[in-house]
């Protein structure tokens, strides 16, 4: 008894002790939690997160899937966290008046946070925090804009002048990769003001769990109905405009390849759409959402991943990260994020134009030389190690730690 009294009594002095890091950001994520549980386990720093949207129940309306969703992975796990009071009339992570938290400093403050780290700045009491800690404690930011849809004119001069305001209250920006960089630069952060903190998921999860499955392969594929020995070709996200799965489906029709098979998983506006090109097309397959523990599987079950956006604002396509660690070659468009990082020319996959049905399909036929497909699948697995949350915990705590 008297050990343990002694243990919690050190555990309390070596918490006094640690930095504290308050992280503002809209709600759960299932990206983001965890990360935050890293952090936690790693216990360099002390972190609190507050969810600013307001406390409600985890299954959501997502306009996008068209469906409520609830993920199936733990998202309040492994760390300290707190839903402060949003008091708006309308509650919504989706417009700035969407979140107003009286509390929200006072709280931030009262945890004692020797920082802040804000996920988004475009809400109500995100710019609000931004701008009381500044100049009292650092403010990191962390969001993954980019320039791809930058248009020229009045509006693209109206939103520099607008986000260089914003950039001002910014002491440093972790920043995903290329194009997120090449923003933060352009609306006035220096160099010696980002850190490279790339985007992650977690690698072990989804590489673990597809070597569990491997085995398997064929007696997936039997559930859904394709053939064994057919390249597969899969998308999985949202049926809406910004993803353009259409074009995906009208590569797939024009590469005419009876030896390949498109598994289409999803939900969304354009469902209709995608089950007409299923109805005349005997090698297209269907898939309603998926939750997060099923991803592995289907990965797993394809050959080759494609994202073929063409925008606006696909940031980066966490999705590419995903299908990496289980060990399949991707084929994203120009205006995902995360091309110039993930993927790489003829080595791990290929990169398109926006919107070009030719480019896609030439991609799409390249992929269907299996020894070829196999090397770029192993390249896309050890390409993927190195964009890790460990090292995104390395650039928060190294920064924290230091300041």
Not at 211 to 217: E, P, Y
């Amino acid at each position: 008894m008297f050990i343990h009294h002694v243990n919690n009594a050190i555990q309390y002095q070596q918490n006094q002790e640690m930095k504290k890091l308050a992280i503002v950001s809209t709600h759960p994520i299932q990206y983001n939690a965890p990360l935050f549980a890293l952090l936690g386990r790693r216990a360099k720093i002390q972190i609190k997160v507050f969810y600013t949207r307001g406390q409600s129940d985890q299954a959501l309306y997502d306009v996008g899937f068209n469906k409520h969703i609830e993920w199936d992975i733990p998202l309040l796990e492994g760390y300290d966290f707190h839903f402060t009071q949003n008091t708006s009339k309308t509650p919504s992570s989706k417009t700035y008046k969407g979140i107003v938290n009286p509390n929200l400093i006072q709280e931030i403050t009262e945890y004692g946070a020797d920082a802040v780290l804000m996920y988004g700045w475009n809400f109500h009491s995100h710019l609000k925090v931004m701008r009381h800690f500044k100049g009292k404690i650092p403010v990191l930011f962390r969001g993954d804009s980019t320039l791809i849809d930058n248009t020229p004119g009045i509006k693209g001069w109206l939103r520099k002048m607008v986000l260089s305001f914003v950039y001002r209250y910014v002491s440093v920006a972790l920043y995903t990769g290329v194009h997120n960089r090449l923003y933060f630069e352009l609306y006035g952060l220096k160099e010696k003001q980002m850190i490279l903190a790339p985007h992650a998921i977690d690698n072990m999860r989804f590489a673990d769990e597809a070597s569990k499955i491997i085995a398997l392969k064929k007696e997936l594929r039997a559930k859904v109905g394709i053939p064994a020995d057919a390249t597969l070709f899969l998308f999985a996200g949202k049926y809406e405009p910004k993803k353009d799965p259409l074009l995906l489906l009208e590569a797939f029709k024009q590469l005419n390849d009876k030896q390949t098979a498109l598994l289409m998983v999803g939900d969304g506006a354009l469902q209709k759409d995608v089950l007409k090109y299923q109805s005349e097309n005997k090698g297209i397959f269907l898939k309603s959402f998926q939750n997060q523990s099923q991803m592995p599987a289907l990965y797993t079950m394809a050959d080759i991943f494609v994202l073929p956006s063409r925008g606006p604002n696909e940031t980066w396509g966490l999705a590419v990260n995903e299908a990496m660690a289980c060990g399949l070659p991707v084929i994203v468009s120009n205006k995902v994020g995360c091309a110039p990082d993930l993927v790489i020319h003829n080595y791990n996959g290929y990169t398109f134009e926006a919107g070009n049905m030719g480019s896609l399909a030439h991609c799409m036929k390249l992929m269907t030389d299996r020894e070829k497909r196999a090397d770029m699948g192993k390249n896309s697995k050890e390409l993927i190690k190195s964009f890790t949350f460990e090292q995104i915990c390395m650039a928060i705590e190294t920064f924290v730690l230091k300041n």
